[in-house]
C-alpha cells in the first residue's frame, strides 16, 4: 500500500523541525497580521464553552479562529479587513458561492412573507418535480441537516426490510449518525475512537468493510441481515479515495442479490454535476440523500426513495402500529428553505455553472500537480468535479486505512496557516478546495502561487 513518510523524523517527505519551523513561524505571522481579531477572540469567545460557539470551530489550524466580518462569491472578509480567497466556502455549505445572488433575493422575498409555518409554500410546488428531474427519483422529502436526512433514510431502511444491520465504509462520514460510527482498526470493526457518551456497541449493528473492496462486500452481505449500504460514490472525508473502476457496478450488483437497499449520499460529491456523481455515473441508488449546498448556505437538505422503497415504506406505515415514526424535526420544510433551495436548483446549480467549475478545477489540479513534481514531493492531488485536494502522500489511495495512513495532520496544519498568510483559504480537513461558480482564474492562480510558494519553503 501507499503510505506516507511514518519515521520518527519526517512526515510526507518533510523534516518535522521544518514543519514545526514553519507552524510556529505561521502561526506568529497570522497574529500579527490580525490585532483586532486577537484582541476579541485571542482567548475564546466569551460565554461559550470552550471559546467556540460550535467545537469544531476550534479543529481550525490557525491560532485563534478567523472573525469573520462578511463574505461574497468566493472571498471572505475578516474584522481585520484582510481578503481572502476562500476555496473551503464553508467545508461545501457555500459550496455555490457566498450569498448567491439568486439565493439572497429569495431570502429577501421571503423574509417578510413568513420563516416557518410547519406548511408548504407555493415554492414547495416546484422543489419536487424539480427534484425528480435533476437526481431521477420519483419521492423526497426534506429535512434540516444531510446528518438528519441519512438517520431518516436509514429508518425507512430499516423499517421495509425488516433487518436492524447496516454497512459502511471504513473512513465515512456521513454526519452525526450514531449508527455509522464504526471503523475497522488493524482489520477489526469497532466503534470509532474519541466518541463521547458512547456506550453501545455499534459494530453489533453495523457492518464496516474498506472502499473497493468487492470480496469483503459479497462477503458481510451474504447473510442477507443488511438493510442498506450507506456510502459516498468517492470517499470523501478521508483523504479522497475514488472508485475503482467496476466498484459500483459491483456495489449495485451485489446489494441487489442480497435484498440490501443501496443510500448514496451526495453531500460531498454534488460536486461531480447538477445531478451529482448518481447521475454523472448512472448509478441507481435506492435511497439518495444531499444536503449542504442544496438550499445555498441556508440549512436544508433533501432525502430521495424508489419507486419500489415508497410503495413498500407506504404499505408499511399502512401496517405498523400507530404512534410517532422517530423522523422529522420541527423546523424542516420550512418556507425560507424552500425559497433558497429552489432558487438554488434554479438559478445556481446549472449547467453551465458546473462547467465553469470544472474547467477551474482542472486548472487547479494541474497547477498543484505541477508544483508537486517540481519539488519532487512524494504527495499527490484528488479531484472529484469541483472538488479538488492535495494530499501529503504518494497516491491514488484505495481505501479508508490507506487514506488514514496519508494523512499528517501536523504537515497539513502548517501548510493551512502559510496558505492563509498568503491569502488563501482551504478547507481545515484534509487539504480539501473547492472551486465555486464566483470562484475567477486570478484566485486560482492565487492559489496555486501559494501553494509553490508554501512547497518551496518545505523542501528548500
Ligand atoms: C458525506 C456527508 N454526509 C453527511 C454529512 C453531514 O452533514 P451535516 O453536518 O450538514 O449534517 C457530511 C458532513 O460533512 C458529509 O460529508
Not at 175 to 199: C, H, Q, W, Y
Not at 267 to 277: A, L, M, N, Q, V
Not at 305 to 334: F, H, I, Q, W
Not at 377 to 395: D, K, M, N, Q, T
Request: with cysteine; net charge neutral.
Amino acid at each position: 500500500m501507499h503510505s506516507s513518510d511514518t519515521s520518527r523524523t519526517s512526515i510526507g517527505g518533510i523534516g518535522r523541525d521544518r514543519i514545526a519551523d514553519l507552524r510556529e513561524t505561521e502561526g506568529e505571522a497570522f497574529r500579527k497580521a490580525r490585532p483586532r481579531s486577537q484582541a476579541k477572540v485571542g482567548n475564546g469567545l466569551p460565554g461559550f464553552f470552550g471559546g467556540v460557539p460550535m467545537h469544531w470551530m476550534n479543529d481550525w489550524p490557525t491560532p485563534f479562529p478567523i472573525l469573520v466580518d462578511s463574505a461574497k462569491g468566493a472571498t471572505i472578509t475578516d474584522i481585520d479587513g484582510i481578503r481572502l480567497d476562500d476555496f473551503c466556502l464553508g467545508d461545501t455549505g457555500s459550496m455555490f458561492g457566498h450569498s448567491p445572488p439568486p439565493v439572497a433575493r429569495a431570502i429577501r422575498r421571503q423574509a417578510g412573507r413568513g420563516l416557518t409555518y410547519m406548511l408548504p409554500s407555493e415554492d414547495a410546488l416546484a422543489i419536487g418535480p424539480l427534484l425528480q428531474q435533476r437526481f431521477g427519483l420519483p419521492f423526497w422529502q426534506i429535512a434540516t441537516t444531510a446528518t438528519d436526512a441519512n438517520r431518516f433514510a436509514l429508518r425507512v431502511a430499516r423499517a421495509i426490510t425488516g433487518r436492524e444491520k447496516i454497512l459502511v465504509f471504513n473512513g465515512c462520514y456521513h454526519g452525526s449518525v450514531d449508527e455509522t460510527m464504526v471503523r475497522l482498526i488493524d482489520g477489526k470493526p469497532v466503534n470509532r475512537p474519541g466518541l463521547a457518551g458512547e456506550f453501545r456497541d455499534l459494530t453489533r449493528t453495523a457492518k464496516v468493510i474498506e472502499f473497493n473492496d468487492v470480496a469483503a462486500l459479497e462477503t458481510a452481505l451474504r447473510d442477507k441481515d443488511v438493510a442498506c449500504v450507506i456510502a459516498e460514490p468517492v470517499l470523501t472525508n478521508s483523504c479522497m479515495v475514488l472508485a475503482d473502476p467496476g466498484f459500483h457496478d459491483a456495489l449495485r450488483r451485489l446489494t441487489r442479490a442480497a435484498g440490501t437497499l443501496l443510500l448514496i449520499d451526495e453531500t460531498h460529491t454534488i460536486s461531480t454535476g447538477p445531478g451529482g456523481y448518481t447521475r454523472k455515473y448512472g448509478l441507481e441508488p435506492d435511497l439518495f440523500v444531499l444536503g449542504k449546498p442544496i438550499a445555498g448556505g441556508v440549512p436544508a437538505s433533501v432525502w430521495g426513495m424508489s419507486d419500489d422503497v415508497a410503495s413498500r415504506y407506504a404499505a408499511y406505515n399502512r401496517s405498523k402500529e400507530p404512534g410517532y415514526s422517530g423522523m422529522g424535526t420541527t423546523l424542516s420544510a420550512n418556507p425560507l428553505q424552500f425559497a433558497a433551495m429552489r432558487a438554488t436548483l434554479e438559478e445556481v446549480m446549472t449547467s453551465e455553472n458546473y462547467d465553469r467549475m470544472d474547467h477551474l478545477a482542472r486548472r487547479l489540479d494541474a497547477g498543484l500537480t505541477g508544483v508537486i513534481d517540481r519539488y519532487r514531493l512524494p504527495w499527490h492531488v484528488a479531484r472529484v468535479g469541483a472538488r479538488v485536494e492535495f494530499i501529503c502522500a504518494p497516491g491514488p489511495l484505495r481505501n479508508g486505512a490507506e487514506a488514514e495512513v496519508a494523512h499528517a495532520p501536523e504537515l497539513e496544519a502548517a501548510i493551512h496557516v502559510a496558505l492563509v498568510n498568503r491569502g488563501v483559504l482551504i478547507a481545515p480537513f484534509h487539504n480539501m478546495m473547492l472551486i465555486s461558480p464566483a470562484t475567477s482564474g486570478a484566485q486560482v492562480n492565487r492559489l496555486i502561487t501559494a501553494f509553490g510558494a508554501v512547497a518551496a519553503k518545505l523542501a528548500a
